[in-house]
């Protein structure tokens, strides 16, 4: 229920849609130019090298192998693969002053490409929280200049608390890889997805509310994240991760489905619609926590049994969340 109602705000906020389109667009087309041309100083001598090259090819073998169902093959396959990596990992680590002086150029280039799509998120949220309260539709512009303030506090705990969270989640699915590469082949791949998928889920359960927090309630992002969790049920903490976690698997499936059947052009539909989906769906958690009724559109009003009057029961056009 609350991915299929976040799912339908989202498409009647069709103007949001293609504003976060327009803004994602214009801060990753930015920051990627400038990641590429800190990154070019070392990717071409990697790129260049002869490990970087038989680690290519030992992926070339794996899948070949895995196309043609020779498990055998594929084991000692996997165990070149892994000598090929640790040997790339050696020549990287032998270019380690050039390496760490561009990896710490493109990471702060990454984290602020963060804080500005952090800030677009914030007025996204406050522009959804309004659809959803009163059918209300601000201009995207004038939200930004109404709550930037909130905004830029929204964007900087993005930015430290994703980060913190994101490299632990990185090293341990490298450990893992590493770790299963030699013992499950190329399955390892799908142990790593789930792993990650299993965390970014986890993580969207812990902090879910406390963009809806600060919109609503007005509150810090630090006391939003002490309170997301008051008078919240264990069994709303199941729905709520599996919530996120298959909309984040059906982000995955048809975002690539419908790239490669129409060669990437519907990505301009799928990932503003689901950039603003996860948005709603927050708010749909909130709003269904705190008891409170919302729309979805001007026909489709949403009202928690706590609140349904007689008259509401029977009105044809509520969608009735119990």
Known sequence: MKVTNGIKIAMANKPLCYKILFSRTLISSIFTIICF???????????????????????RIIFKNFIAINDEANVNASALLTENLLSLFEFVKNEYEKVLVVGLGVLAVIQLAKFFTGICDYVAAVNVNAHMSSLHHAKFFSTLAEHLSPAIRYATYCVISLFLYNTF?????????VLLIGVTGLFTFTIVLFFILFADAFRL??????????????????????????????????????????MRLMAIVVSAIAGIVTFGVSLIVTIPLISVSYIAVRFVDYYTINTKKYYINFDNIVVPKELRTKGEQLLSHVDVDA
């Open 205 to 246: 359960m812990i902090v879910g509310m406390v963009p809806a927090k600060m919109v609503c309630e007005g509150c810090s992002a630090t006391t939003a994240f002490k309170q997301a969790f008051k008078g919240v049920e264990f069994r709303f903490m199941v729905e709520r991760f599996i919530s996120y976690f298959t």
């Open 37 to 59: 041309l800190i990154a070019k100083i070392a990717i071409d001598d990697i790129i260049n090298s002869m490990e970087f090259e038989t680690f290519v090819d030992s992926l």
């Open 169 to 177: 989640i990185i090293v341990t699915a490298i450990f893992l890889f």
